[in-house]
Nanobody, 124 residues
Framework: QVQLVESGGGLVQAGGSLRLSCATS????????MGWFRQAPGKEREFVAQ????????YYADSVKGRFTISSDVGKKTVYLQMNNLVPEDTAVYYC?????????????????WGQGTQVTVSS
């Protein structure tokens, strides 16, 4: 089993920044792909970004490209999502996910383990 715990969410004004963290524990594997997804009320869960533990495979959704940065720290077994220049449309619950998948993995079904989510609210 793999446990994922997100933190770092909160309320921020438009144009502000937040840094989300995803701490992993349990039977994590260095081959896993780590992803961030988000889900706004009444909407489907959508892909935000993904990274592998070596950090050499990174992919972003077009809606966050240039504003968000995903990174991984193997020693701390933690994945981060730095979010800059936030806009109200970024308001959602953000979820961390882990999956035994290689390459681009933008679908929720690509991932096997999920955290409980952290709320991000951007006010205008």
């Amino acid at each position: 089993q793999v446990q994922l715990v997100e933190s770092g969410g909160g309320l921020v004004q438009a144009g502000g920044s937040l840094r989300l963290s995803c701490a992993t524990s349990g039977r994590t594997s260095s081959t896993y792909t780590m992803g961030w997804f988000r889900q706004a009320p009444g909407k489907e869960r959508e892909f935000v970004a993904q990274v592998n533990w070596s950090g050499n495979i990174i992919y972003y959704a077009d809606s966050v490209k240039g504003r968000f940065t995903i990174s991984s720290d193997v020693g701390k077994k933690t994945v981060y999502l730095q979010m800059n220049n936030l806009v109200p449309e970024d308001t959602a619950v953000y979820y961390c996910a882990a999956g035994n998948v290689v390459g681009v993995a933008t679908k929720p079904t690509n991932y096997d383990y999920w955290g409980q989510g952290t709320q991000v609210t951007v006010s205008s």
